[in-house]
């Protein structure tokens, strides 16, 4: 049997979204009309970013010239590379994928193992007196049973996400008033949704691209939140200054934040920490674009020496690294679907992050996110994130302010 392997992708604008490559096949990934998989939503991706192909059953990835780079597991490739079963390969700003062996049965390991147990219990009532095969007929009725029942439930609930991806408009979804009729006459009832707009659309394409889960529909005060931050940017026009100063520094940190494989809206970060001003200085302490405090900025190699003169806070380079290294600490001591709660904790500081009653809830939650911890987090923190959402939103849609 030929070679085949599925290319998910984890994060990025293509979540959760697999395609196949046969023996012999090959892929572009980038934005051209060319490119068999396409990552328009992805701003750093080039037309033509990257190639993968499968030659005699194995896996190679090839840059085609991007501008920013493809990576697997954090290293920047310069040529052809093999891939192997599990490598996280990055490319753009929030886009990763990872590649395994086709496998027909895969969705269904679990009634794989059943069935072939079912098997051998037939193979053995066979050779067996008569007297003796009710018990075992009986467990292979039950097992059929379980096959059947978690067969259904799977089929259940993969309906039931489909219908959830569904645009939710008649115009957007193509439903025949028809339809919509008898749904009605059958008196469906169904939660009520919160007005949708501009605004929480970009909150659930920001949580989506970042491979976060995004806030409940149902969270109206966040949505609020992050429109009040909106309104405060950009009063009296303020952001347009911030445009302006943006650009002197940007570079240097798109730089450091690529060199940690980090998605370039973590920049965003400074928007919010300093607006952009080298020497900007809280009454705290905490000084430069990044807002480094002194502890933590010679934990992360920058000497501050009050005696010499010396603060490599506000050197705007080896700033930037230092935040980029703090910032993949924190995604890698999270996890990396969890971008929310590392960016809290970029504002809170981690040993806050960690208190007790926080680490025993993390233990207990299947995932403890950004949205199911904040309610144990100082008011500040709970106001960083969306204050975050808000300066990416505006610098995602320029035009609109």
């Known amino acids: 049997m030929k070679s085949r392997f599925v290319i998910r992708f984890v994060a990025g604008p293509l979540h959760d979204k697999s395609f196949e490559l046969g023996e012999g096949d090959s892929r572009t990934i980038g934005k051209g009309e060319l490119s068999s998989i396409r990552l328009d939503d992805d701003a750093l991706v080039s037309r033509t970013h990257a190639r993968i192909t499968l030659e005699r059953g194995t896996l190679w990835i090839e840059d085609l010239g991007s501008r920013n780079g493809t990576f697997i597991n954090g290293k920047m490739i310069e040529k052809k590379t093999m891939v192997r079963a599990g490598d996280k390969v990055t490319l753009g700003q929030l886009s990763s994928f990872q590649c395994s062996p086709w496998n027909a049965l895969e969705p269904s390991r679990f009634a794989s193992a059943v069935l072939t147990q079912v098997t051998n219990i037939a193979a053995r009532m066979k050779r067996r007196p008569k007297a003796s095969i009710w018990p075992q007929f009986l467990i292979l009725q039950l097992i059929v049973s379980v096959v059947v029942g978690a067969a259904w439930w799977g089929g259940k609930k993969f309906r039931m996400r489909a219908v959830e991806s569904q645009p939710t408009t008649q115009e957007s979804s193509g439903v025949s008033a028809e339809v919509i009729r008898r749904q009605q006459d059958r008196k469906v009832v169904s939660i009520p949704d919160v007005p949708r707009n501009f605004i929480w659309d970009e909150i659930v394409a920001v949580s989506r691209r970042f491979g976060d889960a995004p806030p409940s529909v149902m969270d109206v005060q966040f949505q609020k939140k992050v429109e009040s ?6 009063r009296g026009d303020a952001h347009k200054k911030l445009f302006e100063r943006k650009e002197k520094y940007w570079p240097t940190i798109l730089s450091a934040l690529s060199q940690e494989g980090l998605p370039a809206e973590l920049g965003y970060l400074v928007w919010i920490e300093s607006e952009f001003n080298l020497n900007a200085q809280s009454h705290a302490g905490a000084l430069g674009l990044w807002q480094f405090m002194p502890g933590t ?21 080896k700033s930037s690294k230092a935040a980029a290294q703090y910032l993949s600490m924190l995604l890698k001591q999270f996890g990396t679907d969890r971008y929310m709660l590392a960016i809290a904790s970029y504002n809170a500081g981690q040993n806050k992050i960690q ?3 926080i680490a025993a809830q993390i233990r207990r939650a299947p995932k403890p996110d950004f949205w199911a911890l904040r309610d144990q987090l100082p008011q500040e923190t709970i106001d960083y994130v969306p204050k975050f959402l808000a300066a990416i939103i505006i610098n995602r849609n320029p035009e609109r302010w």
Not at 229 to 234: D, G, L, M, V
Not at 297 to 317: P, T
């Open 297 to 317: 900025a010679r934990d992360f190699g920058l000497q501050v020496d009050a005696q010499q003169k010396i603060d490599e806070r506000i050197d705007a380079v």
């Open 355 to 357: 208190r007790k009653t």
């Open 229 to 234: 931050w909106i309104e405060r940017f950009t």
